[in-house]
């Protein structure tokens, strides 16, 4: 089950990021509000590898149902699911490097709630000219082509993280037999009722 949930958000960090890709080039326009939605979904690519690591890292005492409650209680909050893989990865796993580390934790500093037009009009107009005109305010910072780049290029090697940490955990998959695949789905009936029917 650690499995499963492990590869299922690294598979939706991929697809973010994939996403990215594919629009960070061919973008109809220049407009905060386009650079927002593709921060956003670069930040849920962040949030999907951290949450694949935390699971991948776990000790073999923390039950599945666990480790996902965990994750799901941090939400959003990539400060804290930074901090605790790297308390999981300690001496098992190399990290991101400092300036790496720092720029996810910029990262973090607007949240998913830029996602909407409104919000990133709203917070740019109280950035002074300045700071809009040089893209040095909190929002402006953000939200421009350089730091999406940025952001952007660094998340590939956390992806690539998520993934190394869930095939030294769980190695290769192999194929299961009839017998084990109805092991399979009760085991998966019984962690999706121990987390509340809430995924």
């Known amino acids: 089950m650690k499995r499963k949930i492990a590869s299922s958000f690294a598979a939706d960090s991929n697809d973010f990021l994939w996403r990215v890709g594919l629009l960070k080039d061919n973008r109809p326009h220049d407009t905060t509000s386009f650079f927002a939605k593709l921060y956003v979904d670069l930040l849920m690519s962040a949030e999907c590898a951290l949450k694949s690591l935390i699971v991948s890292l776990s000790p073999a005492s923390e039950t599945p149902e666990d480790a996902y409650l965990k994750i799901r209680r941090i939400g959003h909050k990539l400060d804290k699911l930074y901090e605790e893989v790297e308390r999981r990865a300690s001496r098992r796993l190399k990290l991101l490097t400092p300036k790496q580390r720092a720029l ?3 990262a973090n500093t ?80 019984d962690f999706f009722a121990a987390v509340g029917g809430r995924l």
């Not at 607007?110 to 929002?139: C, H, K, N």
């Open 104 to 106: 996810l934790m910029e």
């Open 110 to 189: 607007i949240g998913v709630g830029y996602r909407y037009d409104i919000t990133t009009f709203f917070f740019l107009s109280r950035e002074s000219r300045l700071d809009r005109a040089f893209q040095q305010g909190p929002v402006s910072g953000i939200l421009n082509y350089e730091f999406i780049t940025a952001f952007y290029t660094m998340l590939h090697d956390l992806r690539d993280l998520a993934g190394t940490a869930e095939r030294k955990r769980f190695g290769q998959l192999s194929p299961l037999t009839i017998k084990q695949l109805g092991k399979v789905n009760k085991r998966e009936d």
